[in-house]
């Protein structure tokens, strides 16, 4: 998961009873397997005193940064989210190193087209 960030702050109360979300994250990114897979990835932990609500803020290796609400979110959707997002950055620099266009447009008469059918090989060779 860290692979495809470059910081994570995450910000909480440890009095409020709504940053279990932030701790369960917390836990996530100090994983041996998550430190491993980008240790440049800064996480920052800032303990808040006031009543604002835990958040987590999360910088992609690309500069794009997106906040999440951990009171109405849970850890594993974030998590999942930035797997969905650091997938479509890698696909983003393969078309980009392989000197194609991004984003792909598809053109609107091939949408159209019908595709050839496809049957397995074993359905094949049954004949």
């Known amino acids: 998961m860290l692979k495809f960030l470059s910081r994570v702050r995450i910000e909480f109360n440890a009095l409020d009873p709504r940053t279990a979300s ?7 990114c100090n994983a041996t397997k998550a430190k491993e897979s ?8 800032k303990r808040r005193t006031d009543d604002e609500p835990p958040k987590i803020t999360v910088t992609f290796v690309n500069g794009v940064e997106e906040v999440f609400d ?4 849970p850890a594993q959707s974030i998590r999942t989210m930035i797997l969905e997002k650091g997938q ?7 078309f980009r190193d392989a000197g194609e266009a991004w984003p792909v447009l598809i053109p609107a008469e091939e949408l159209t087209q019908p595709s050839p059918g496809t049957k397995p090989r074993k359905a094949e060779e049954k004949k």
């Not at 932030?22 to 996530?28: I, K, N, S, V």
């Not at 980008?38 to 932990?45: I, K, T």
């Not at 951990?70 to 979110?73: K, N, Q, S």
Request: proline residues 4%.
């Open 70 to 73: 951990a009171t109405a979110t």
């Open 22 to 28: 932030c701790l369960e994250f917390l836990a996530q």
């Open 38 to 45: 980008n240790p440049g990835c800064a996480v920052q932990v």
């Open 88 to 94: 479509m950055l890698e696909t983003e620099q393969m």
